[in-house]
């Protein structure tokens, strides 16, 4: 059974830092590409960044483009997101996603619970 724990979320100031994690379990990692995505108070689902099965090729939403990293470690099935310059447009419950190919052309398949992360002074 596939399983994505999101964590790391939490309250933090505007131009504050965050990492979230997310343990992945249930499938062969190192062969997937993974994403995240984000869903603020009342809107839809929003892609924000994406990495290649190898940790390669990191792609961004425009909105987060210079602020965010995505990275993987396949060793430890754990993927990251490094958050900052954190505004307060950037609340929302953030989801990291299993993608069904190797790269990031490809669709996804699964997604965790979510890890709630607000913005705000």
């Known amino acids: 059974e596939v399983q994505l724990v999101e964590s790391g979320g939490g309250l933090v100031q505007p131009g504050g830092s965050l990492r979230l994690s997310c343990s992945a379990s249930?499938?062969?990692?190192?062969?997937?590409?993974m994403s995240w995505v984000r869903q603020a108070p009342g809107k839809g689902l929003e892609w924000v960044s994406v990495i290649n099965s190898n940790g390669g090729s990191p792609s961004y939403a425009d909105s987060v483009k210079g602020r965010f990293t995505i990275s993987r470690d396949n060793a430890k099935t754990t993927l990251y997101l490094q958050m900052t310059s954190l505004k307060p447009e950037d609340t929302a419950v953030y989801y990291c996603a299993k993608l069904t190919g190797s790269d990031y052309a490809s669709d996804m398949d699964y997604r965790g619970k979510g890890t709630l992360v607000t913005v705000s002074s």
């Open positions: 249930g499938f062969t990692f190192r062969r997937y590409a």
